[in-house]
T-cell receptor
Framework: SQQGEEDPQALSIQEGENATMNCSYKTSINNLQWYRQNSGRGLVHLIL?????REKHSGRLRVTLDTSKKSSSLLITASRAADTASYFCATDTYGGSQGNLIFGKGTKLSVKP | DTEVTQTPKHLVMGMTNKKSLKCEQH?????MYWYKQKAKKPPELMFVYSYEKLSINESVPSRFSPECPNSSLLNLHLHALQPEDSALYLC?????????????FGAGTRLSVL
């Protein structure tokens, strides 16, 4: 079953612009993670935000978490063509039991040079 | 070394074939996972191994048979698959099954069932 719902499903921007993706989820979480997937290959972990955190930064990435609204956003600043990929949010809902991740449907980001 | 290695990268098999997918990690992780991903869909969990023991089977058909020979290796044995089983199969690992944390994914095996 899917927990997260990302929007938009697809996003096309020019190099240098910022990209914002949103994720909503349904149940209580232990943490929320964002992953990137290039063209049907493996997923790469980008950032993890715990349920007691509201904002986190990593390089050009900024993630926010609003547990009252059960939503998160991923901001990529000064985007590059190499950022073209699908981005998934994933929630850890078992609070440490088996560490299962439930992925959202993903946002396909296209950054044009 | 934060690498999870999956072999083969591509696999084409007939419905009567038996094949195996292999996954290896040398990070000392004690949780390993198999995910299935259909085109334009998110990954879906199939199996979880905790300390080399199968702990979660997400109602996967018996034509998929996982095996964890040791803490570094995870196999997925395939037999009598159907064309709808064609997908990207992803292996992942994490440090401890009872701690929430980052999953490290392999590059996947692209499986086509004819």
């Amino acid at each position: 079953s899917q927990q997260g719902e990302e929007d938009p499903q697809a996003l096309s921007i020019q190099e240098g612009e910022n990209a914002t993706m949103n994720c909503s989820y349904k149940t209580s979480i232990n943490n929320l993670q964002w992953y990137r997937q290039n063209s049907g290959r493996g997923l790469v972990h980008l950032i993890l935000i715990r349920s007691n955190e509201r904002e986190k930064h990593s390089g050009r990435l900024r993630v926010t978490l609003d547990t009252s609204k059960k939503s998160s956003s991923l901001l990529i600043t000064a985007s590059r063509a190499a950022d073209t990929a699908s981005y998934f949010c994933a929630t850890d809902t078992y609070g440490g039991s088996q560490g299962n991740l439930i992925f959202g449907k993903g946002t396909k980001l296209s950054v044009k040079p | 070394d934060t690498e999870v290695t999956q072999t083969p990268k591509h696999l084409v098999m007939g419905m009567t074939n038996k094949k195996s997918l292999k996954c290896e990690q040398h990070m000392g992780h004690r949780a390993m996972y198999w995910y299935k991903q259909k085109a334009k869909k998110p990954p879906e969990l199939m199996f979880v191994y905790s300390y080399e023991k199968l702990s979660i089977n997400e109602s996967v058909p018996s034509r998929f048979s996982p095996e964890c020979p040791n803490s570094s290796l995870l196999n997925l044995h395939l037999h009598a698959l159907q064309p709808e089983d064609s997908a990207l199969y992803l292996c992942a690992s994490s440090q401890d099954p009872f701690l929430s944390g980052v999953k490290y994914f392999g590059a996947g095996t692209r499986l086509s069932v004819l």
